[in-house]
């Protein structure tokens, strides 16, 4: 069965009214299915680890923070393959393959947690197979940026990544209910209820989804891209973006347990920084439709290192209140960033070449290479707080760190982006929304 599309002008309005817009809805809501799904399997142990004490598997604070960084480095470490497997396979068969492979860590995880004695190196040899859930992201960003057209991408984006990073929430949310259901603790579960809906999504994607050919390799975008300093640049950024995310989502439900034990029944809300947080996305997205990308970055970076301020003071001050709100807020704030960071990709590099389709190629392998970069930055975010933990047993040093790379972070979007000699030098920068 073959569904590739050869005719595709989203920028066409005509085209896009009469054509283009039903079928990259479609093509976005079965992404965003599929993507939620992956980022679901992807943050499991984040939950799991939490309750392995409960069910007879008592690891030290440094074992279970490599069980959390494990899936989070291996998940950026995929985005990159994934990428350029949208060119190679096409979007449709590639989100049936990605979607299918989730199986293979909730499958792990259900023997781990049923299995008396079951050794720490395959829980992390389960954490490592999670890391197929953060592949997915990028794969799917690069896919659905074909189907829009320039004025739509922003949103389009932001929904596609907001849907994927509400797995996060979804599942902070529903396995901590689930694994009780009846008596005592069941992890078994936290891996059972994702194995429907991921056949359902493997069976949707491969029946109902399309690939397009315009978003097939040309030998040349790909390696404009990679040598085009502003593809560092804006992975760079998202490393403060993203990588505040996904890191946090991670570390938040360990956090609350570790540093405020009088308070660990709230680790059943760490969701709602994920879930704020996603939510959040699409309308950073839509703010940088607006009044520009670059503008609406910044002023995320400053909101970020405040909201560090506040985690900073709530540890010294021992304010568990202080403490889940400026989290909550950071939450906020990452995600207009990504929001914001994503929709600056496209709009830079339509101004560096003539050929509109080699722009898109060369965005599209962006997203997937910042997305790798950036979900790295989740990585660096949970070793911080394991040397910060295990070293001066708190979180002060670790958010110093933190609040530091915001500020290079703050001055690498002035520096590049809205500088007033950029916009002397490079007028079509401003032009294109940057």
């Known amino acids: 069965m073959s569904r590739w599309i050869e005719h595709w002008e989203p920028e066409k309005p005509e085209f896009w009214e009469s054509t283009g817009k039903k079928i990259a809805r479609k093509n976005l809501a079965l992404s965003i299915f599929a993507e939620n799904l992956g980022f679901s399997v992807w943050v ?30 291996v998940g950026a470490v995929l985005r990159v393959p994934y990428t350029f497997a949208v060119p190679k396979f096409g979007g449709r068969l590639w989100t049936t393959i990605s979607a299918g492979l989730l199986l293979i860590p909730t499958a792990m995880l259900t023997y781990a947690v049923t299995t008396p004695g079951t050794p720490y190196w395959f829980f992390l040899l389960t954490s490592a197979a999670m890391g197929l859930g953060g592949g997915n992201f990028s794969s799917s960003m690069a896919n659905i940026s074909f189907f ?4 739509k991408k ?28 009846g008596t005592g603790i069941h992890l078994a579960y936290a891996a059972l209820i994702w194995m429907p809906f991921i056949v359902l999504a493997t069976a ?16 040349t975008s790909y390696k404009l891209a990679l040598s085009n300093k502003h593809t560092w640049v804006m992975s760079f950024l998202y490393i403060g973006t993203f990588g505040s995310f996904i890191g946090y989502s991670f570390a938040f439900p360990s956090l609350i347990k570790i540093s405020f034990v009088e308070y660990k029944s709230w680790v059943a809300l760490a969701f709602l920084g994920a879930l704020i947080g996603s939510i959040a996305r699409p309308a950073g997205g839509w703010l940088a439709d607006r009044i520009g990308g670059a503008k609406v970055t910044l002023a995320t970076f400053i909101g970020l290192g405040v909201g560090t301020i506040g985690v900073m003071a709530s540890v010294e001050m021992k304010s568990f209140p202080l403490f ?14 990504n929001g914001s960071t994503y929709r600056m990709i496209p709009a830079i590099f339509k101004t560096q070449s003539d050929d509109d389709k080699s722009a898109k190629r060369q965005a599209a392998a962006v997203v997937g290479i910042a997305g790798a970069i950036g979900a790295a930055g989740g990585v660096l975010v949970n070793l911080v707080f394991k040397f910060s933990l295990e070293g001066s047993k708190t979180l002060t040093p670790a958010l110093t760190a933190i609040l530091v790379f915001y500020a290079l972070c703050l001055v690498t979007t002035w520096w590049f982006y809205l500088r007033r000699t950029v916009f002397a030098t490079r007028p079509s920068l401003a032009y294109a929304g940057v």
Do not use: C, H, R
């Open 148 to 151: 829009y057209p320039e004025g």
């Open 204 to 219: 949707l994607a491969w029946f109902f989804m399309d690939s397009l050919t315009q978003a097939k390799p040309d030998g």
């Open 44 to 73: 499991l142990m984040s939950i799991v680890v939490v309750s392995l004490g409960s069910v007879g598997f008592n690891f030290s604070v440094g074992q279970q923070f490599w069980l959390l960084i494990v899936p989070n480095l």
């Open 324 to 337: 889940f709100t400026s989290f909550i807020a950071l939450f906020i704030l990452a995600g207009v960033g």
């Open 154 to 181: 922003g949103l389009a984006l932001g929904m596609n990544a907001a849907g994927g990073n509400l797995g996060v929430a979804i599942t902070q949310l529903i396995v901590p209910i689930v694994i009780t259901i």
